[in-house]
Structure formats: C-alpha cells, structure tokens
C-alpha cells in the first residue's frame, strides 16, 4: 500500500507564534496561517493551525509576526482528545518540516526584497524526528 503525507501552503500568519516548551523542554511553536483560495469570480479564505517542533519553533518565534508571508512544507496529523467536558474532540493539524519567509523588506539600498525563489530566508527542521506532538 502507498502512502504519502505532504503539504505545501504559502499564506499570511493570522496570529504572533506562541512558542512554548513541552515537559520534557523541547521546544514548540505554534501559529495560524490563513491562505487565500481565488475563484473565478470570488476569493476565499482556508485557515490552517501549524506547529513547528524545535529550531524550526524558535526561528519562526523569533522572527515572524501576524500578517508576515510565509510558505510551510509539512504533513498533516490527525489528533483526538478528550475535552473537559467530557466530549470526544478531532482535529487536523499541519507539522512543519521546513518555512520559507516571503516577502522580505529590502534593508538599506542593497537589499534583494522578495525577488529571490527562497523569498529572502528560511528554515528547516533540519533532521528532528517528528514524534512529538
């Protein structure tokens, strides 16, 4: 049986990265990106949750802020849980395994602005495993 997980989303950032650390303090950030969905006649909205898990975190906390661009390459993951009120609960997140920053501002008179395939920067989990979360 073939199996494959990848998505790719390029999109603005609907919130600051909330970087945290879990138990064991590994380091986890987490954001909202918003991606827009243009129709013939019409544009709509997708909103995707993404976590990224270690360096990847701390750079994104670091240096991105609500409404920066940014392409995510990741998978999805399926979560279930138990809410406090007792009900079952499911959701599907994106896990970043690598960011692109897009869009970057020219500093000074010899910056390259957002011209570069890159988009001025980015980062990559760089051989973490992805089992947590």
């Given at each position: ?69 940014i ?11 138990e ?36 988009g ?14």
């Amino acid at each position: 049986m073939v199996s494959f997980n990848k998505v790719v989303l390029a999109g603005n950032l609907t919130r600051d990265p909330e970087l945290r650390f879990t138990g064991d303090g590994v380091t986890v950030a987490n954001f909202g990106l918003a991606v827009n969905r243009v129709r013939s006649k019409s544009e709509e909205v997708d909103f995707f949750d993404i976590t990224c898990w270690r360096e990847l975190g701390e750079t994104v906390a670091n240096y991105k802020k609500k409404g920066d661009p940014i392409l995510v390459e990741g998978r999805l993951q399926y979560r279930t849980w138990e809410a406090q009120d007792g009900s079952k609960r499911s959701k599907v997140d994106v896990v970043a395994d690598n960011i692109q920053f897009l869009g970057g501002k020219p500093e000074g008179n010899g910056g390259s602005g957002s011209g570069s395939r890159r988009g001025g920067g980015g980062a990559r989990r760089g051989g973490q495993g992805g089992g947590h979360g």
